[in-house]
């Protein structure tokens, strides 16, 4: 266990909400990240923080937004939630960015309506 | 664009059998790459990192080798367990500095 809850683990939404999922850590690492999982195409990486109020997009970054005010918490912001971003969203962390593994938190349900 | 394949997709094989899961990659400039274990509606678990320098990695019956200039990296498992099924993914860190996954090996090990 390297520390990181998930919230919500599950959610259903409607087409058109707005919905936070958030991601918090024990470890007090810099780096944090947001993948979704999808059938057929793997995790890919949405957004990703290299410290407070530092962030950057990935390769899926279009429809979401992210937050870091505090190092332990991460939070992704779909602003207008589609059917297309149902999918299985994980949060990471690694003490650093190059050489160290990363530790997956457990996973958000999301299913869109 | 680093593209990242894991064959087969899918292994059903008896316990106590040896097995080789693959995993290629089109960019050989990767700083590090790895291997994860992911069981079903959980997070994935750090199997294995092997460093660009590196060859291979050992941990218990877990062998991961590297082969930067073809592309390719193989995970060995030694005597597999029922215990062993779950999905396999192989993730590379390049030089875009992030992880590009494969879709990953389903394995299922019966007695």
């Known amino acids: 266990d390297a520390g990181i809850t998930q919230s919500p683990r599950h959610k259903v939404t409607e087409t058109g909400t707005p919905v936070t999922l958030r991601c918090h850590q024990t470890?007090?690492?810099?780096?944090m990240y947001w993948y979704r999982q999808d059938p057929g195409h793997g995790l890919r990486l949405i957004h990703y923080s290299y410290g407070v109020k530092d962030t950057d997009k990935g390769e899926v970054s279009d429809g979401y937004s992210v937050s870091r005010s505090k190092t332990e918490d991460f939070l992704l912001t779909l602003e207008s939630a589609t059917s297309s971003q149902t999918s299985v969203y994980f949060c990471?962390?690694?003490?650093?960015?190059?050489?160290?593994?990363?530790?997956f938190g457990p996973g958000t349900r999301l299913l869109v309506l | 664009k680093q593209e990242v394949t894991q064959i087969p997709a899918a292994l059903s094989v008896p316990e106590g059998e040896n097995l080789v899961l693959n995993c290629s990659f089109t960019?050989?400039?990767?700083?590090?790459l790895q291997w994860f274990r992911q069981d079903p509606g959980k997070g994935l678990t750090s199997l294995l990192l092997i460093q660009s320098s590196q060859r291979e990695q050992t941990s218990g019956r877990l062998n991961a080798s590297l082969d930067k200039s073809s592309g390719r990296s193989t995970l060995y498992i030694a005597a597999s367990q029922p215990g062993d099924s779950a999905t396999y993914l192989c993730?590379?860190?390049?030089?875009?500095?992030?992880?590009?996954f494969g879709t990953g090996t389903r394995l299922q090990v019966f007695p």
């Open positions: 470890e007090n690492h810099r780096y």
């Open positions: 993730a590379v860190r390049g030089s875009t500095d992030k992880l590009i």
């Open positions: 990471a962390i690694s003490a650093g960015q190059a050489k160290e593994t990363q530790y």
């Open positions: 960019d050989s400039a990767i700083y590090n």
